[in-house]
């Protein structure tokens, strides 16, 4: 194996790309001869919400096909590089005559679960994206834990963010960053999970979707993309105005919404909330629901609600609306979820019985739009603009009735110029600095005086902590 084999795999890529544009920045249907074809891609996702959503890649020379989730809110790309009981192959770096290692070690622990492996580079085609091979960097994982889990199909994490969250550093270039360089694609993806309202466990087919790269396929979705400004390049951040249950405004200060961040994330199974808008959201429904005396452990995520076969609960519970900051900052726009979309079917438990979850939950790392409220939305990452894009998705619908709405513009009057909170963050963060400096420098002198060791910092190379991170809150 020598490096000389990646530059010609590069060479190898020039003059293929032709695309075409709706005059607005959004790339469309494109040239069934250049590098992109989206209708191509269509249906080029498999899995559901409870158990991910993946996609079919080959990697190394000769390929190797692995199934790789798709993850937007992480931004590694690391696949299986050494045995494990819950997957059924792994990428044998050793057969690949074009990997290469590049001598660093990674390591990513999360809340729950953790996996270890080396950096290295390597070619890497999708059957059903781009045509052509892409030089990509890869995490080859050796060791994990509480990382792959029982009954997925899946060997590895695609992770769609920006550099900001790759590890060990920003220096890795994350995978659609040397996808646009390499193929001179358009600088956005978009998005269709086609689980909304399906048991993760109970169909026989995977529900699927599409990841379309560079740019967006009209026939996954109807009528108008409303697009939202990204705020920050790290996670997908985006400003959450205002969330409503039913016809009943939360009425709470727009911050709050945002506390810490408010991101858009297919990794993460739920619709999570800060721990105030969580609550005032369960409030709510309880206020509008048919149902009394609901049990608390039904909210926490603790027990299942069921009823007799045949008889949905839906009725029974309102619609749940969130308002995003339009481009234009003055507007917003409404994205609305049924309640087929966070009352969740789930594996049946007992044959008379349907028995179903709550997909929202409780957070201390901010608001994550997760693949309960994704599933309604064809989700377009305008990256190239800074923008992210929503309109109703095809799959979303059961029968003849959808389960997402989209409206607007509505006035933004009536909330803050920045709900985000980010002009108070830099001064807030230095404040804290320099007082948590000062409580150290204490510490350290009490220490010294006492004759103690001083205090070894833990290493923490790697770690997210963020409840986000697609290990948590998924069907087991």
């Known amino acids: ?5 990646i530059p010609k795999i590069i060479n190898e890529l020039s003059s293929q790309m032709a695309l075409t544009s709706d005059g607005n920045g959004l790339s469309l249907a494109s040239d069934p001869s250049g590098t992109v074809n989206f209708l191509d891609m269509v249906n080029n996702l498999q899995g559901d919400s409870g158990r991910g959503y993946y996609i079919e890649m080959s990697i190394g020379t000769p390929g190797q096909k692995l199934n790789i989730l798709v993850d937007t809110g992480s931004s590694n790309f690391a696949v299986a590089a050494a045995p494990h009981p819950f997957i059924t192959h792994f990428f044998n770096t050793a057969l690949s005559d074009s990997y290469l290692s590049t001598g660093r070690t990674v390591a990513v622990r999360y809340t729950q679960g953790n996996w270890e492996g080396e950096l290295g580079v390597d ?12 030089i990509i960097n890869i995490a080859a994982i050796l060791s994990s834990e509480g ?8 060997q590895g994490i695609l992770g769609l963010a920006y550099p900001m969250l790759a590890r060990p550093d920003s220096s890795v270039e994350p995978f659609f960053n040397s996808v646009v360089q390499q193929l001179g694609i358009p600088d956005i993806f978009s998005l269709q999970m086609c689980g909304a309202g399906l048991s993760a466990s109970s169909t026989s087919d995977p529900a699927g979707g599409s990841l379309i790269m560079g740019g967006a396929e009209p026939s996954l979705y109807r009528g108008t993309v409303w697009y939202t400004p990204i705020l920050e390049e790290w996670y997908y951040q985006v400003e959450v105005l205002k969330l409503e249950v039913g016809d009943q405004n939360l009425d709470l200060d727009c911050r709050e919404y945002n506390m810490d961040k408010a991101i858009v994330d297919s990794g993460t199974t739920l619709l999570r909330l800060p721990v105030n808008v969580f609550n005032a959201v369960v409030e709510a429904i309880t206020r509008s629901s048919l149902i009394q005396d609901f049990s608390s452990g039904f909210w926490d995520g603790t027990k299942l609600a069921c009823w007799m076969k045949g008889e949905t609960p839906w009725r029974f519970f309102p619609k749940l609306s969130i308002y995003l900051r339009a481009t234009n900052t003055s507007q917003s726009f409404r994205i609305t979820i049924l309640p087929q979309m966070y009352i969740q079917p789930i594996t049946d438990v007992d044959g008379t019985l349907d028995c179903f979850r709550f997909g929202v939950s409780s957070s201390a790392n901010g608001l994550v739009i997760g693949a309960t409220v994704m599933e309604g939305f064809y989700v377009v990452f305008d990256r190239s603009q800074r923008r992210l894009g929503f309109a109703l998705s095809n799959c979303a619908a059961s029968g003849s009735v959808a389960l997402s709405e989209i409206a607007g513009p509505f006035s933004a009057a009536d909330v803050a110029a920045d709900c985000s909170g980010r002009t108070l963050r830099e001064p807030l963060l230095w404040v804290i600095s320099y007082t948590l400096m000062a409580v150290c420098g204490l510490v350290l002198v009490v220490l010294l005086l006492l004759l103690v060791l001083p205090c070894r910092r833990r290493g923490r190379s790697g770690e997210i902590t963020d409840e986000s991170s697609l290990v948590r809150h998924r069907i087991k």
């Not at 070619?123 to 892409?134: A, E, K, L, Y």
């Open 1 to 5: 194996m020598t490096g000389l084999k």
């Open 147 to 154: 990382f792959f889990l029982p009954g997925i199909n899946w």
């Open 123 to 134: 070619g890497v085609s999708i059957p059903n994206g781009p045509n052509g091979t892409i």
